[in-house]
């Protein structure tokens, strides 16, 4: 710490406000603790993401105080998969989901963090010191922060994974995330995941009928074109479905955005003393449609686990640590390994006809699939 530098004091600092951050802060500063976040960009901000929620997320939401409804979601119950030659297999979606944009749910959920005395602060954290059972935080605006506990919540990849030495930062990551959306002509209730050659692209509605076209690429696959558009008229428009909508569609956004580097590798939930939250603890495979309710899902774990060191009821920080690690793998082990052997078999355009087939011969099997990469209704003990 520079001696003359700003230091503020909170109970619990936390990295990054996405999801998982925001609802972390939420559920703390109601249980009447001291909550700082630290945001490095404004809200709102498009963040290229598929934007299709589980709704196993809603009674915690509601626990919270969170009416999603206000945002006016696209109410989604039905999932279409096709392949790169247009066959498709549909089903319901056991739980369903909704969809609602990434600029107005971050945004909506930062306020209502500020309503419940939630501190949120605008700067980028530079470097996390843990000396003394004490973390002091340094952020860009050269201010320090300190407190007994830090939540990570600052999503798939960061330079602090870099100063914190996590291996999977080490490790090159080959895939890439594109989004954009779009005014098109596409149903309110389905989700669709469209396969083509070294990726899938989903599309769903969030809300005000806008469509949302994300879709994640293996960068080998990618560098053989110039550009976006060539790649998205070359390897995308294979697959009849996605060249269908390409072609009507009217994009929103003067250019996509992209995201790369994105690693599904095995990360640790508490690394360095601090509580890994979201994308932070481990990414699941977009195709699944569940980082959103894991990321939401984890911030509850983590806060009631918190709440308990606060209250006594957890004696001291190794056992919290040991106790967060434990929940979250048996809560997200199972799902994370089912994401990771569909992507390994969606990934093959030859290998996803087959399956295709075989689901189409036993239709039962596909809600079965969802509900192993999803979670259950969140319940709340409050
Ligand atoms: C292509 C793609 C499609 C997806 N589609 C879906 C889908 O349809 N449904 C679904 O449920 N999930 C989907 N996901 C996953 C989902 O986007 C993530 O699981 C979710 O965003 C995790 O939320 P988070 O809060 O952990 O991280 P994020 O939302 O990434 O939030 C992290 C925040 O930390 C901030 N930050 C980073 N570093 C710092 C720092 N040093 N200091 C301060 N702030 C910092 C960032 O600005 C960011 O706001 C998709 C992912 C990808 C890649």
Known sequence: MIPSQQTYDADILIIGGGLAGLTASIHLAKAGLRV??????????????????????????????????????ARI????????????????????????SRYAFDHFLANNARLAGVDIRQAEVMNVQFETETFTLTTSDEKAYTSKLVIGAYGKRSHLDKQLKRIFFLQESPWLGVK?????????????????EGGYC??????????????LTNYRSFKAFKNISTFQQNVLGKNPFLSDFFAKATPLFDK???????????KKPVDNHILMCGDTA???????GNGMAMAI?????????????????????????????????????????????AQSLLSSPGITSILLKSLQLTPRVLPLIIRQTHGKPLVVNA
């Open 256 to 266: 996509p955005l992209t995201i790369s580097q994105i690693s599904f590798s095995r």
């Open 180 to 196: 954009a959306h779009y005014q098109a002509d596409f149903p309110t209730d389905l989700v669709a995941l469209h396969n083509f």
């Open 297 to 341: 899902h984890s911030a509850k774990l983590v806060s009631e686990l918190i709440i308990h060191f606060f209250t006594g009821k957890i004696a001291n920080r190794l056992l919290l640590e040991t106790q967060y690690t434990h929940i979250w793998s048996t809560e997200f082990k199972s799902r994370l390994l089912t994401g990771r052997i």
């Open 202 to 215: 989903g599309l769903s509605q969030v809300e005000n009928g806008v469509v949302n076209a994300c879709y």
């Open 77 to 100: 119950h039905r999932f279409l998969l096709s392949t790169v030659a247009g066959k498709t297999i549909e089903s319901t979606l056991p739980l369903g989901g909704f969809g609602v």
């Open 36 to 73: 700082i976040l630290l945001e490095k960009h404004a809200y709102p901000q498009h963040k290229v993401c598929g934007e299709y929620v589980s709704n196993e997320v809603l009674p915690y939401l509601s626990y919270l105080g969170i009416a999603v409804d206000e945002l006016a979601p």
């Open 282 to 288: 481990g990414l699941i495979h977009p195709l699944c």
